[in-house]
């Protein structure tokens, strides 16, 4: 079972661009599907965006659909979230998980990492 860290978050201007990262440990990164969800103070978590254990699927939530892009470099163990043109409402914190399916319920991910806070501010 591979264990995640996300690390990239911080503070940036709304209409700006951030990269999170997820790096996993473990020999088995490759053969997960991978996802992102993000939680904001006093909100469910909900999700973000998944990419198939080969790469070669991608699914986005409506929000963040056009703005932000999910890929992964099995030769590094890890996953990127490239999230452009930020808004206000994008202000969480952002999780990653794995899973042996590829979805987008955040039941069927068995694998997370602790999270790491992006903050959009004017």
């Known amino acids: 079972q591979v264990q995640l860290v996300e690390s990239g978050g911080g503070l940036v201007q709304a209409g700006t661009s951030l990269i999170v990262s997820c790096t996993a440990s473990?020999?088995?990164?490759?053969?997960?599907?991978m996802g992102w969800f993000r939680q904001a103070p006093g909100k469910e978590r909900e999700f973000v965006a998944a990419?198939?254990?080969?790469?070669?699927?991608?699914y986005y939530a409506d929000s963040v659909k056009g703005r932000f892009t999910m890929s992964r470099d099995d030769t590094k163990n890890t996953m990127y979230l490239q999230m452009n043109s930020l808004k206000l409402e994008d202000t969480a914190a952002y999780y990653c998980?794995?899973?042996?399916?590829?979805?987008?319920?955040?039941?069927?991910?068995?694998?997370w990492g602790q999270g790491t806070q992006v903050t959009v501010s004017l």
């Open positions: 473990g020999r088995t990164f490759s053969s997960y599907a």
């Open positions: 990419i198939s254990s080969s790469g070669r699927r991608t």
């Open positions: 998980a794995a899973s042996r399916r590829y979805s987008f319920r955040s039941s069927d991910y068995d694998v």
